[in-house]
């Protein structure tokens, strides 16, 4: 099985650089996934590391380390916009195990 | 290429009735997954298509639950005799199987369900 464990609030404020963590437990691991979700909106899709080191997609970057089960998203210059729930997913080749979301309020 | 849709949208049932969504992927995605999220959770895996062939089938899912790709293109999810538990947001994503290993899922927006 897999679980993965995300703080469940996150708050900053606009222009700043917030740090999302994820760790997590599984059985088999094929990479670490990212997925930005807004209130009553479908989950979209961010980033992707099959590898440890970071992966950078414009203002957001995604990092993962297999040695400790650990990744984490970084999201720079932070907008109003940014505000929404934020997801680790695990399992690649057949399905996803999501993390428990981190919520991210962005204050002016 | 209008994404991922799901209807209905909203659904508000009394306990012990039937409800039915349905789900259609992007045209091209060969596979189709079933999720559902509650407030403050995660989407929580539910079961997955590649084709018309069921593959996998979370062993949380209680049997009222039923799920079918007929002709490998839509898709419709079952619950029978709903039960309040079975409130939530049931999400619908695709994929294409060549692409599973990027981790890359294309959700719909989704199919409340309220059970009184």
Known sequence: GQSLEQPSEVTAVEGAIVQINCTYQTSGFYGLSWYQQHDGGAPTFLSYNALDGLEETGRFSSFLSRSDSYGYLLLQELQMKDSASYFCGSGGGNKLTFGTGTQLKVEL | ?116
């Open chain 2, 1 to 116: 290429d209008t994404g991922v849709s799901q209807d209905p949208r909203h659904k508000i049932t009394k306990r012990g009735q039937n409800v039915t969504f349905r789900c259609d992927p992007i045209s091209e995605h060969n596979r189709l997954y079933w999720y559902r999220q509650t407030l403050g959770q995660g989407p929580e895996f539910l079961t997955y298509f590649q084709n018309e062939a069921q593959l996998e089938k979370s062993r949380l899912l209680s049997d009222r639950f039923s799920a079918e790709r007929p002709k490998g293109s839509f898709s419709t999810l079952e619950i029978q005799r709903t039960e309040q538990g079975d409130s939530a947001m049931y999400l619908c994503a695709s994929s294409l199987a060549i692409r599973a290993d990027t981790g890359e899922l294309f959700f719909g927006e989704g199919s409340r369900l309220t059970v009184l």
